[in-house]
């Protein structure tokens, strides 16, 4: 199988490197150097092109920001190139080109293959490509949530299948039982708000108005309280139109325009423009006919009866009053009552709402106790098998005698769901509680990493669940930050020889202070500051031959030129090779 490679990194300006390149390689690099000499920044570069956090301590001083770049070869197809490409990114001759700059007031940009990404896309990437462990990655796994992870990911679909069963229950338990609270704890107040609602729908169905109401009766009520004049001019204008029966010499519209037609009538045959002026003064002489017609019809059914008018304002003060409350008009006014009968619908029918919602929980709670069930089951085969394998990967890594198994507990609640014929406290990720224990010799019982392993014995722990997870759920790249540290003497060697053994299925990069370890490398890069105390180009060097021996004996006693030390190195490399 083809997995993925770190190639390269350059640093700039990061910690107490100026300008570096590190050169990376399938198989095992180590990475050594004098204390300080920044080979931690090693790791922590690569964090940084993973999506870690980017913090502005580590700009070199005087500096406007510090910069990471890698190349990471991928293979085709791999779900970390459709995420790339997804997010913009292209292919660089099949490798990944990622960049992270940060400055030193604390801004934080990331590149993917020439495009610019939010910094979470390279965090989704970092857990298929490169698994990075350092002294804080082994404080996390004191934590007992990072405990059951671990299981969790080494049992693979033997948990993650009941786990996602049970994540749905446990959401939509979460959901009715919100939901449930709320109606029980705020009852009276959708008492209160129900009781409101009745009352104003009861008196918007006493007045029981009609859409357009409001604007009828304004218009009648302004024609009723002007009746009078109304009447008066109506009457006026049809005289003027007309004529006034009561004044027969009068002059009216109706009488000057049909004695105009008729003077016109009498000579149209004569012109065809005159005819035309005749035929629209008869047009004349009829719309005036009609407009006093209607005039006289208006004047007569006008209705000045004082009786209606009171009845007018009467009905257009009870609308008044509901528009006061209600709405800005009668149509709001409707709106209200039409929303409000939906929401007295949802209120009056909490009761049999809380009943619902109770036989949901009920049965959601009995599932969910099932589903527990079958995670705490499939977790204790899986932490069996676990166990058994980081015990026999301690063997190797000189802890023959010691002993790794799993307590996995529940704790008594109440108010949790029943498993077993027990009612326990329940989570996201189930009732279980899982514990790594660590009995480190025979007769000592287990207990807790936390409390019985030591720095040295905590580190090969680590290491052993890494092998563990590399055979069963791998990952393409390793980086260790001082795996070793409190290791020396046989287990220093052991723990070199398992990290060549893990490094024939994967990269694995290690950044070292025993040679011991250093020795197993396939490739040693050498870390050192030059007289001003910053780290160059020229300061990060692939060792090799006579080099090699020289670093590896300064690992060892301080003294490069020492022939005691350069004889142990050599011994070292050789059997580091015969054992390969």
Same mark, same amino acid.
């Given at each position: 199988m083809v997995l993925s490679v770190l190639e390269e990194m350059r640093i700039r300006s990061l910690g107490v490197i100026d300008d570096a390149v590190v050169e990376l390689s399938p198989g095992f690099t180590a990475v050594t150097g004098e204390t300080g000499a920044g080979k931690t920044m090693v790791v922590t570069s690569l964090g940084l092109l993973l999506g870690g956090r980017a913090d502005p301590a580590l700009v070199r001083i005087g500096a406007k920001n510090a910069v990471v770049e890698g190349r990471i070869a991928v293979p085709d197809g791999a779900s970390a190139v459709v995420r790339a490409e997804e997010a913009g990114a292209e292919l660089d001759d099949g490798a990944l080109l990622i960049?992270?700059?940060?400055?030193?007031? #604390?801004?934080?940009?990331?590149?993917?293959?020439?495009?610019?990404?939010?910094?979470?896309?390279?965090?989704?990437?970092?857990?298929?490509?490169?698994?990075?462990?350092?002294?804080?990655?082994?404080?996390?796994?004191?934590?007992?949530?990072?405990?059951?992870?671990?299981?969790?990911?080494?049992? #693979?679909?033997?948990?993650?299948?009941?786990?996602?069963?049970?994540?749905?229950?446990?959401?939509?338990?979460?959901?009715?039982?919100?939901?449930?609270?709320?109606?029980?704890?705020?009852?009276?107040?959708?008492?209160?708000?129900?009781?409101?609602?009745?009352?104003?729908?009861?008196?918007?169905?006493?007045?029981?108005?009609?859409? #357009?109401?409001?604007?009828?009766?304004?218009?009648?009520?302004?024609?009723?309280?002007?009746?009078?004049?109304?009447?008066?001019?109506?009457?006026?204008?049809?005289?003027?139109?007309?004529?006034?029966?009561?004044?027969?010499?009068?002059?009216?519209?109706?009488?000057?325009?049909?004695?105009?037609?008729?003077?016109?009538?009498?000579?149209?045959?004569?012109?065809?423009?005159?005819?035309?002026?005749?035929?629209?003064?008869?047009?004349? #002489?009829?719309?005036?006919?009609?407009?006093?017609?209607?005039?006289?019809? $208006?004047?007569?059914?006008?209705?000045?009866?004082?009786?209606?008018?009171?009845?007018?304002?009467?009905?257009?003060?009870?609308?008044?009053?509901?528009?006061?409350? $209600?709405?800005?008009?009668?149509?709001?006014?409707?709106?209200?009552?039409e929303q409000g009968a939906q929401r007295l619908t949802e209120l009056d029918g909490d009761d049999e709402r809380i009943e619902e919602l109770t036989a949901e929980r009920d049965a959601l709670r009995g599932e969910l106790g099932g589903l527990a069930q079958a995670l705490t089951d499939a977790r204790q085969e899986a932490a069996e098998r676990f166990a058994a394998a980081v015990t026999a990967e301690l063997g190797s890594l000189a802890m023959p005698h010691a002993r790794v198994s799993f307590e996995i507990r529940q704790t008594e609640d109440p108010e949790g769901v029943e498993v077993g014929g027990r009612t326990v406290a329940y989570g996201p990720s189930g009732v279980d509680e899982v514990e790594l224990l660590l009995a480190p010799h025979p007769g000592a019982p287990p207990r807790p990493i936390a409390k019985g392993a030591s720095g040295g014995e905590l580190s090969r722990v680590m290491l052993a669940v890494e092998v563990v997870f590399a055979g069963t759920d791998p990952v393409p790249t390793y980086l260790f930050d001082e795996v070793d540290a409190g290791v020396g003497g046989k287990a220093a060697v052991e723990i070199g020889r398992r990290l060549a053994r893990l490094a024939r299925s994967a990269q694995v990069v290690v950044v070292t202070h025993l040679p011991q370890v250093a020795a197993f490398a396939d490739r040693q890069l050498l870390v050192e500051k030059t007289n001003d105390g910053s780290v160059t180009r020229s300061g990060v060097k692939v060792l090799e031959g006579e080099d090699r021996v020289r670093e590896l004996s300064r690992m060892l006693a301080g003294q490069e030129d020492s022939e005691t030390a350069r004889a142990h190195a050599e011994e070292l490399l050789a059997a580091a090779r015969a054992d390969a």
């Open positions: 960049s992270r700059t940060v400055s030193a007031e #604390g801004r934080s940009r990331a590149h993917l293959g020439g495009r610019s990404v939010p910094v979470g896309v390279l965090a989704e990437l970092a857990d298929e490509l490169v698994a990075v462990h350092g002294q804080t990655d082994q404080q996390g796994l004191l934590k007992l949530s990072r405990q059951r992870a671990a299981l969790d990911r080494y049992a #693979g679909d033997a948990v993650a299948v009941p786990l996602a069963k049970y994540g749905e229950a446990y959401r939509r338990l979460r959901a009715v039982a919100v939901e449930l609270d709320e109606i029980v704890t705020r009852a009276r107040e959708r008492a209160q708000e129900a009781d409101l609602l009745r009352y104003g729908l009861d008196e918007i169905a006493a007045v029981e108005p009609r859409a #357009g109401e409001d604007v009828e009766l304004a218009e009648e009520a302004e024609r009723l309280g002007h009746a009078e004049a109304l009447a008066s001019a109506a009457t006026a204008a049809h005289a003027a139109l007309a004529g006034n029966p009561e004044d027969p010499e009068g002059v009216d519209a109706s009488t000057l325009v049909a004695g105009a037609h008729r003077a016109l009538e009498a000579v149209r045959s004569h012109d065809p423009a005159l005819a035309a002026l005749a035929d629209r003064i008869g047009e004349i #002489g009829i719309l005036l006919g009609d407009v006093a017609g209607e005039l006289a019809g $208006y004047a007569d059914d006008l209705d000045a009866d004082p009786l209606r008018l009171a009845a007018v304002e009467e009905r257009r003060a009870a609308l008044t009053a509901l528009t006061r409350k $209600y709405g800005e008009d009668i149509a709001s006014v409707l709106a209200w009552a």
